[in-house]
Each structure stands twice: as C-alpha cells, then as structure tokens.
C-alpha cells in the first residue's frame, strides 16, 4: 500500500471505556464526579462537543468503530449479531501500511469461526462481557485466567505489549478497550468507600414523568425507582423509606458505585499517559478517549442507552497528539462513530477505502473545519422491545433539531420480541429545549420545520443507503 506523504506517522492509542456518558467526565462539565487524568487528553488536545453514535448499545457501536460502516452495511445491528472478521476494517488498512496494531480489553463482537479480532498483529480480549474480577482474557485464541480487577489489567496488559512489541520501527496502533463502567457496576476495593459520605447531585430531570412526550419514553422499562435490581444496588434498603426516599436511595446506590468504576479508569489512564512520558512516546502518539455510547445517570429517572436522547446519544471524544492539536481546542463540529475508522487512516497516511461511509475528522482537529462539514446525523435502534423494552426508531440530528420516528416494530428477522407498537413522532428544538422534555411535533409553529426535517431524514437515509 502506498503512503501518501513521508511525514512522521503517529501512534495511535484509542482508549475506549463501556457505557461513559460524557457527563460523567469533569473536562465535560460533569457536575457529579471529577476525572484528573482523562482531563489532561482534552487539556492538551481537543474536545469535541457534539459526538455522536449512529446505535446506542455496545457491539453495534463497536463494529461502526472498525470498519467506518453503518450497522445496516456491516451487519451488526443488535447486540445479537457478531461482526464478520472478513470485512474490511482501519485495523486492517494501518497494518497493511506498516503498522503494528493490538486490541486489548472489550471485543463483544463474536468469537471463534470468522468472529475472532481481525486486523490485528496481538489481541487479548474478554468473551463476551468479561468480569470485573478475576476475568478470563483470550490472548490470540488461548484463554487465560487473570487475578485482580478488570480494568487494572486491561492497563497491565496494554503497557506490557507497549513495553515488549517486537518491531521497535514500525508505529503501532492500540485499541486498550475497557470493561468498565458497565453494569452491574463493580468497583474496586481502593475505589469501595469512595463517595460514602457525600450525596451525588440528582439529575435535573430526575423526576421526569414523560408528558407531552412518545409512549416509547412511557413504556421503557429503565426507571432507577421500578427497573434497577437488588443486583445492581446489592444491598436491601432501609425500611420504611417514602416511594420518593426509596427512589433517592437507589439512585445513590447506582450512581455512587458507577462513578466509582470510573474512577479507576481514570487513575488508569493516568499510568497509562505516564508510560507515555517515561518512554518518551507522548510527543509522537495520537491518544483519544472515548466511549462506545453515552448512558442516562438518572436523567429522565433512567439508567442504560438505547434512546437517541442527547445523554445516550452523546459520546465523549477527546484527542491529544501534540504534534498536531493544538492544546486547549473545543470543537462543536458534528463528529460521527462511523467517522473514526477513516481518521485514523489519513493520519497513518493509507488510501481510505471508498466503500467506507465516513469521513476522516483531521481537519476539525488541526483547527479547519471544512466549509461544507455535515451539520446533520443519521440515527438507528433496532432491538425493538427486546431489552428495556425500547421501540425501535430511527433520526436526525441536526445542529438545533431532533427528530425521531418511533417505527414501532421489528423489521427484519433479528429475532427480537415482535411487539408491534403505533408508530409516532418526536421533534425537540434543542436550543430552546436542551433537556427534551417538550415534543412540538405537533405544533403549528413547527410545520415547516417537521417537513424540513423529513426531507433531511429520507435523503441521509438514501445516502447512507439504509433504505428499508
Ligand atoms: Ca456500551
């Protein structure tokens, strides 16, 4: 493969956590944790504002991720399907430009026949979810039990193979994937007391009861106060707590230990950006910080994802590559999952391969955000009423609107629970309604721009050629 330009090629380092709303990070604005070491990528590099996912839930994110394709092109579209190895993917285009590349951490893609990592000269990932302790790794087809905590060792491991790659020359890639903070949230013994005396901030829309809003926010079965479990909150509650009381519990309860798996990614991201320096690779390497999707912490009253509201939707997006980013920089440029694969290509200076659907971010990161840049993203869920008992809906984003169309019902044989819902629509204006908490679908003062919209919708649904 040839190389575009002989200039000094990065490393990349993608780290990428489960389930970390961006409002769970203090470089963020978080208003209910603190994360010192993730806030040095963006400190350093570049925040950007409005990421976005194209599917709220982990392996469909994933599978985006590595071959720059929407989920109806690369067949991943519910957490059912594994990714076929077989497609292309930017693994696969850095390695066949020089590069060494490793996957460590959460694969959640599939294992064995074609479902194994493929692109990649070392990988050493969990089956399935994985555990938080004591988990079992595959490294390169082997299975292999570990003792210690999950996130601790997906570090260890990713530092070692840092530490021991075999072609010194070559610039590598490294996907350090972390398990955590997935439910059921289990934190670690030097993270266990963190929190204990203090109350987490609720969310605004703690108490959301979903008027003027979709039956689909209604009917979904993510409530901290009905749908959390004593497997998610351990212990049984105090007696005699008010319904109100009980649901402030187990909010706390949730939040507390969630925010403590996060904390340990951050102190591991520290050791990691400090392995940086000492080996003096910092100056030299591309690092970014991400999440697969972002998670309601109690807004709207809910745990998990799914929705294509702003705090499921959102995903965190840091960069810092010195060389390149300026420090400091914030960027509000719709960036896109599905934009990732493509990034990382032109900056290992590879030919992109045409059939991805994205479109490489490196211009919006050194500072020139390219005059006919999107101002609009693409929107898909369909595990209709299959978990949390969320319908199945597509959307568009644009820099101010958001309009939703709850379809109401399985499309294909994906094998989700047939439960066919009315199809309805929702239309936020997010300048004036930042929280979503009024739908003006049906508002007259909004006809043009429902109409405008739809126009929009079917014509990215063309281009994106996701046409059922
Ligand atoms: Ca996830």
Not at 344 to 353: E, H, L, Q, T, V
């Amino acid at each position: 493969m040839s190389i575009k330009n002989d200039e000094k090629r990065p490393n990349i380092i993608f780290i990428m956590s489960d389930d970390h709303a961006a409002h769970a990070m203090s470089c963020y604005g978080s208003r209910i944790n603190k994360t010192p070491n993730i806030d040095r990528i963006a400190e350093e590099g570049i925040r950007f504002d409005n990421c976005f996912c194209t599917n709220s839930i982990c392996a469909p994110s994933r599978a985006t991720i590595l071959t720059g394709l929407y989920n109806h092109k690369n067949g991943v579209k519910t957490l059912r399907d594994d990714l076929d190895g077989r497609l292309e993917n930017f693994p696969k285009v850095l390695q066949r430009s020089g590069y060494e590349t490793a996957i460590v951490g959460k694969w959640h893609l599939g294992h064995g026949d074609v479902h194994d990592p493929t692109g990649f000269d070392y990988w050493n990932v969990l089956p399935g979810q994985g555990n938080y302790f004591n988990p079992t790794f595959i490294e390169n087809g082997q299975e292999k039990q570990h003792e210690g905590y999950v996130t601790d060792i997906t570090t260890d491991i990713s530092i070692d193979w840092l530490k021991n790659r075999s072609k010194e020359v070559a610039p590598f890639m490294l996907m350090c994937h972390h398990k955590a903070p997935h439910r059921p949230w289990l934190p670690d013994e030097k993270h266990a007391d963190m929190y204990e005396d203090v109350d987490i901030p609720e969310p605004e829309t703690f108490h959301d009861n979903y008027q003027n809003r979709s039956n689909a926010a209604k009917i979904a079965e993510m409530t901290v106060e009905n749908h959390l479990t004593k497997k998610d909150y351990k212990i049984d509650p105090p007696e005699n707590l008010s319904p109100q009381e009980l649901k402030s519990w187990k909010y706390q309860r949730y939040i507390k230990d969630y925010l403590r798996c996060v904390a340990s990614i951050d102190d591991n991201v520290g050791r990691l950006l400090d392995y940086l320096d000492e080996a003096g690779l910092s100056e030299d390497t591309m690092i970014v910080y991400t999440s697969d999707q972002g998670f309601f912490l109690g807004d709207h009253g809910w745990y998990d994802k799914r929705f294509m509201y702003e705090e499921s939707l959102r995903m965190p997006f840091i960069v810092r590559y010195p060389r390149k980013i300026k420090p400091g920089s914030v960027t509000d440029a719709i960036a896109i999952n599905v934009d990732f694969a493509e990034t990382f290509i032109d900056y290992a200076g590879a030919s992109i391969p045409e059939t991805m659907q994205g479109r490489s971010l490196l211009p919006i990161m050194e500072g020139e955000t390219p005059e006919d840049w999107q101002t609009s993203m693409y929107y898909r869920y369909w595990m209709h009423m299959a978990q949390h008992a969320v319908t199945s809906h597509y959307g568009i984003r644009t820099e101010r609107y958001k309009l939703i169309y709850y379809y109401g019902e399985a499309l294909d044989a994906t094998g989700a629970i047939d439960d066919p819902q009315p199809p309805e629509w929702e239309l936020f204006d997010l300048k004036k309604d930042p929280q979503e908490l009024n739908n003006v679908y049906a508002h007259p003062r909004y006809q043009e721009t429902v109409e405008a919209l739809k126009t929009e919708l079917y014509q990215i649904k063309e281009k994106v050629e996701d046409f059922d």
